[in-house]
């Protein structure tokens, strides 16, 4: 072991990667490029931003100001994400269902009234509730045929079920 | 001592870095990197935090680890040799792999244990917590 200063971690200059034998670690735009962070895979990053990142197995050693831009950055498309998730089962569902009113769909998944409304404004949901919104969306039949196994629909959307089954 | 691990680069069984200067700059966050992909990515999923919550708490987990969570040295590509730890907090097992280049600390990787990790204290941490974490 030898004796060092401990100094902060200077300004980025290229270096070979320690995570892999071939890579070398440079400042990188990550605009254009997908990340998998928290409960969302393949978040694609649309705004410019640059880190120290492997050009060959793309790790990414982040100091802390670099993790607090990253940070807010992702935290953000994470909840544009979600709230596109919302607003495209709203949009489903309206056209797909007009007959079924939204606090029905609010009892069907046990959320509080106005809280789809909520989703697309101010709050940001959990990874569960975005599975079953974007499986409703894109295959209602068998989401909802696989949420009624669990528990009662309520009835407008339950005979719109039984409609969707006979055709 | 001085052997080849199953990957291919050596593997040392006493610690390669003074974990009290480690600790040091963990507790200095301008004297260190946290990897995004094999530590502050996993931990933030394992979490459900940010990025910036999951860097802190990676830090902190460096800040108390103890020489008896002391599991082996590793080299990686870069030549630079690594100190692998293993510990409990807040009911989950983690594996720590931490460093110092040139450049000042590294974590290299904090997430879940692939497999169950025996220490130097003898004591093994499961790859499955028996409290039921998340993955």
């Given at each position: ?167 | ?33 946290v990897a995004?992909?094999r530590a502050g990515?996993p931990t ?10 999951a860097?802190?708490y990676v830090l902190?987990t460096v ?31 983690w594996y720590v792999k931490v ?8 974590v290299v990787s904090h997430h ?24």
């Open positions: 072991m030898t004796k060092k200063t401990i100094r902060p971690v200077p300004a980025v200059h290229a270096r070979r990667c320690f995570a892999c034998a071939h890579g070398t670690i440079r400042l990188t735009n990550l605009r254009g490029l997908t990340l998998n962070y928290r409960d969302e895979p393949d978040l694609l990053v649309t705004r410019d931003i640059e880190v120290p990142r492997c050009d060959t197995c793309g790790e990414m050693p982040l100091k802390g100001s670099d993790t607090k831009r990253l940070s807010v950055l992702l935290e953000e498309l994470r909840t544009d994400r979600k709230r596109a998730t919302v607003t495209k089962f709203i949009a489903f569902a309206e056209s797909t269902f007009p007959d079924v009113p939204r606090y029905e769909w609010e009892q069907a998944f046990g959320l509080s009234k106005g809280y789809l409304s909520r989703l697309v404004t101010t709050r940001v949901m959990d990874t569960p509730l975005e599975i079953l919104l974007s499986g409703i969306t894109a295959s209602p039949r068998e989401a909802l045929h696989l949420l009624s196994i669990t528990r009662a629909l309520p009835p407008t959307l339950s005979s719109k079920l039984s409609d969707i089954a006979r055709r | 001592m001085h052997r080849p691990s199953r990957r291919g680069s050596a593997t040392r069984s006493t610690p390669q870095h003074l974990l009290t200067r480690l600790q040091r700059q963990a507790a200095t966050p301008e004297c260190a990197e995004y992909e990515s933030a999923a394992r979490l459900n935090v940010s990025l910036g919550e860097d802190t902190a800040v108390q680890l103890t020489p008896s969570m002391y599991w082996r040295s590793v080299q990686l590509p870069d030549q630079q040799w690594y100190d692998e730890y293993a510990c409990y907090r807040d009911g989950f097992g460093g110092e280049t040139d450049d000042g600390l590294l879940g244990p692939a497999h169950s990790i025996t220490r130097i204290d003898g004591k093994t941490v499961e790859s499955v917590e028996p409290s039921g974490g998340r993955p």
